[in-house]
């Protein structure tokens, strides 16, 4: 696995781990969304499962000639598999430095966003904190990348009111998971770094009203940067929004907070989008998206779960998963 540089990046943000130890309740559905100004291409079709199967490269848009350095087709199995490699990121509450390995083709990238605030709520399902939502791509590196910056969300925690959570969720939302471009730290404002988001989960608010899940397509968002929004309930600090492209808007008194946005850079230069996919699920329904998949890092038995991102070099294009 390719060597990792850790570092503290970002001193001032926060992380409350969640109290509660209850699980979620009910059944879910995953369901596609596109990017945070994603622009539709003509042979979309608006299907998200479609275009994730359909894996097919470009019309011819780019070169798609691979890097000097990447193995021929011929250069045997040692060798490929020498230039590739596996990144797997769980909650550090820390931005980390990464670098692709040489003569890695593919970069196949699942992001999972934190879990909000629910516990200790009054509610029979006390785990109603908004769910974080995934967000998958896979690149073909058409050239030596720069280094990368994964931020991995903080779970929320009801309780301490205007709190920020690692990966900028606020009062009770979770934080973003994601990867940027480095190698410089990112701010709440530097979207322009972003490459791929999973937004954080919006806070509950007491009484069974589940947050705003992230990545959901009116659930979540507001904000006009990667920051959730503080909860607008007073001293409660258990609505706030969570991170995303577009942060959530924080509740006011008896109103949930909302859950941040997904995103997917179909344009970096040097990097040709192969497919995406962005889930969500519904508020209150318990299942985390793409909870079956390999890389999948379940929680604690508990909504209020860390972000996970995982990041597949390799040197042919991955399968679907």
Known sequence: MTERTIGRLLAGALVLLAAGTLGCAGDGQWIYVPPDGWDARADDGGAGEAEAEDGAAGEGEEDTTPPADTPSDDGGAEEADAACGTGDFSFENTQEAYTAPLGARYMYIKAWGAGANGETLD?????DGGL???????????????PFI???????????????????????GGGLSGVFIGPDPVGPDDQDKAL????????????CHPGGTGNHPTAAGGESSMLGGLGRSGDIGVNGGGGGYHGGTGGARGEVGKGGTGFVDDDRPGMRLVR??????????????????????????????????????TCEEPPLI
Request: hydrophobic residues 35%.
């Open 123 to 127: 509610c029979s399902f006390p785990s």
């Open 132 to 146: 974080g939502g995934y967000t998958e791509a896979v690149y073909e590196l058409l050239a030596t990348p720069p």
């Open 150 to 172: 994964v931020i991995v969300g903080g779970p929320g925690s009801a309780g301490r009111a205007g709190a920020m959570q690692f990966g900028w969720g606020s009062d009770g």
């Open 196 to 207: 791929v988001i999973a937004g954080g989960g919006g806070g509950a608010w007491p009484g």
């Open 276 to 313: 995406h996919r962005i889930l969500y699920s519904e508020p209150g329904s318990g299942a985390v998206p793409n909870n079956t998949d390999p890389d999948y890092l379940a929680g604690t038995g508990i909504c209020e779960a860390p972000g996970h991102v995982v990041i597949h070099f």
